[in-house]
Nanobody, 127 residues
Framework: QLQLVESGGGSVQSGGSQTLSCATS????????IGWFRQAPGKEREGLSC????????NYSDSVKGRFATSRDDANYLFYLQMNSLKPEDTGVYYC????????????????????WGQGTQVTVSA
């Protein structure tokens, strides 16, 4: 089992920045990928970024590439999503999710690959 808890959501103006955190329970293996997802009202959950804890490999969707960055705090099992140049269309509930990937560099963006999910945190970007 892997437990995840997001924090850092809130309201921000367009063009601003915000950092989300994902606290995880102790990992049973370093071979885990942590993804960040967003679900806007009336839309499907969208994969934004992924980081492979063991290899540091990252993956980003085209919609956030160059604006968002994911990182990790190895010692404290914390994961971050730094969001810059925020737009109103970035509004939604943000989730972090976990997946044990074995000794690979795999870091997917599709929500169906992830087994463990946080409860989500709301981010609202106003124009």
């Amino acid at each position: 089992q892997l437990q995840l808890v997001e924090s850092g959501g809130g309201s921000v103006q367009s063009g601003g920045s915000q950092t989300l955190s994902c606290a995880t329970s102790e990992l049973k293996s370093e071979h885990v990928a942590i993804g960040w997802f967003r679900q806007a009202p009336g839309k499907e959950r969208e994969g934004l970024s992924c980081i492979n804890f063991n290899t540091g490999t990252t993956n980003y969707s085209d919609s956030v590439k160059g604006r968002f960055a994911t990182s990790r705090d190895d010692a404290n099992y914390l994961f971050y999503l730094q969001m810059n140049s925020l737009k109103p269309e970035d509004t939604g509930v943000y989730y972090c999710a976990g997946l044990y990937v074995g000794p690979t560099t795999w870091c997917p963006l599709n929500s169906g690959s992830f087994n463990y999910w946080g409860q989500g945190t709301q981010v609202t970007v106003s124009a």
